[in-house]
């Protein structure tokens, strides 16, 4: 897969791209990350990247020739690949779209920064916009590294085979299921019986009831949207007072 990343500051990807998943990933070349720093691309001799708004008010704009020429040069002049904003005002991030996103050969992120991006790049440039939370962060690398490991992550051969990304939380909607490890009895705390049983069928369908009922408890409005069984449903109609 090849991630294309238009930043203001791409030394900021430097150190947590360079570890863990993603730098693995990157290490055994099943990821080429791409930084391209805009500003190389600003026609005028002093590379300006911003300006001030229009209408005025405070803050400075990214202008849109930069990051066109930037786009246009790398990906050519009409690109195939998605090309995301990374705005607050965007489509919320969510597994989903870091699952539809690890489908792709290819994908662009353009890095926002100041007060905001031309509108004209959000119209003519950005295939779709996404947001990594209600909240404003100074630019769009944080967000851009955000979605970069949560699409990474999911690609054949990153996690080692021990892992596995199916029974994460959101991986298919619900949450997952508390986790425990060794040793089985800690400060007086014990792991719930059933884990050390070794009965895999019961094991399966305690996670499954645990998943169910984290999810009511914490995301109720996640189970709207979740696939659920007869038997899950039995289950969640006993729980009801
Ligand atoms: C200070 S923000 C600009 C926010 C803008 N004034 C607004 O209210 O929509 C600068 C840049 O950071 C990035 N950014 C900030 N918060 C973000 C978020 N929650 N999700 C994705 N990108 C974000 C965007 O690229 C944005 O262009």
């Not at 002093?46 to 001030?52: R, S, Y």
């Not at 990304?165 to 014990?190: C, K």
Request: glycine share 8%; with cysteine.
């Amino acid at each position: 897969m090849d991630i294309h990343v238009f930043t203001l500051f791409p030394e900021m990807f430097r150190g947590p791209m360079d570890e863990s998943m993603v730098g693995r990933a990157v290490a055994g070349r099943l990821v080429s990350l791409h930084l391209h720093n805009f500003r190389d691309y600003a026609p005028d001799k002093h590379h300006t990247v911003d300006d001030t708004p229009y209408g005025g008010g405070p803050g400075m704009v990214v202008k849109p020739e930069p990051l066109f020429s930037a786009v246009e040069a790398v990906l050519g002049p009409v690109p195939s690949c998605p090309i995301i904003l990374l705005t607050p005002q965007g489509r919320p991030f969510r597994q989903a779209a870091a699952q539809r996103l690890a489908q792709f050969p290819t994908f662009a992120l353009l890095c926002g920064h100041y007060g905001g991006v031309d509108e004209r790049v959000r119209e003519h440039l950005a295939t779709e916009e996404l947001s990594i939370g209600d909240y404003v962060l100074t630019g769009g690398e944080l967000p851009a590294m955000v979605v970069i490991d949560a699409v990474v992550r999911l690609l054949p051969g990153v996690l080692g085979s021990q892992e596995s990304t199916a029974e994460d939380s959101h991986a298919a909607v619900l949450l997952q299921a508390p986790l425990y490890t060794r040793p089985p009895l800690f400060r007086g705390w014990q792991v719930p019986e059933v884990l050390l049983s070794g009965d895999h069928q019961a094991i399966a369908r305690w996670r499954r009831q645990q998943a169910l009922l984290r999810t009511r408890e914490r995301r109720p409005d996640l189970l709207a949207e979740a696939e659920l069984s007869e038997e899950d449903r039995r289950f969640l109609q006993g729980l009801e007072p």
